[in-house]
């Protein structure tokens, strides 16, 4: 059974009662492993540097830093800039393993103005864990950080 994402879009649009990306990154990570069942690391890495993926706001264990776009799950979103929603990383030749008990990821890109800004990551312990339906959610709760944040040049 996959959470309600439409209470939840409305509860992370009361949360984020900032414009400010750090506080509403932190926010919505912390809001996401509270809320989204089975997921053992939520977090944000941010395109600060070129081609390279930086560590941002995040919950779980400490995580992989920096990931080059031509490298793993979060990579694979940043360069085509779609959502990647794998069952089983173990499955995936060049996954990046932070955490071996991780077996499925969601990724999301975060694109502004045709840039990319970042990605949100989901993992989870459980194979398959991210449905279609968890898919669109996600990618709906993305949308709410997105339309509430100014999401300028990251320094
Ligand atoms: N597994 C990811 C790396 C990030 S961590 O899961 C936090 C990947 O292959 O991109």
């Not at 509270?34 to 977090?43: F, K, Q, R, S, Y």
């Not at 312990?125 to 709410?144: C, H, K, N, W």
Request: net charge negative.
């Amino acid at each position: 059974m996959a959470p309600d994402y439409a209470l939840l879009a409305r509860q992370l649009a009361a949360l984020l009662d900032t414009r400010d990306w750090l506080t509403n990154s932190a926010q919505t990570c912390a809001f996401l492993m509270e809320e989204i069942p089975t997921l053992n690391w939520a977090g944000f890495y941010l395109h600060r540097k070129p081609q390279t993926l930086w560590l941002g706001p995040f919950q779980g264990k400490p995580a992989c830093h920096p990931i080059p776009f031509a490298k793993g799950v979060c990579g694979a979103a940043a360069r085509t800039r779609r959502t990647q929603r794998i069952d089983d990383v173990h499955a995936i030749a060049n996954h990046i393993a932070c955490d071996a008990a991780s077996r499925a990821e969601l990724v999301v890109p975060i694109v502004v103005d045709d840039r990319l800004w970042g990605v949100l990551d989901l993992d989870s312990p459980m194979a398959g864990r991210f449905s279609e339906e968890d898919q669109t959610g996600i990618e709906m709760l993305v949308g709410v950080f997105m339309g509430r944040t100014d999401l300028v040049e990251l320094p």
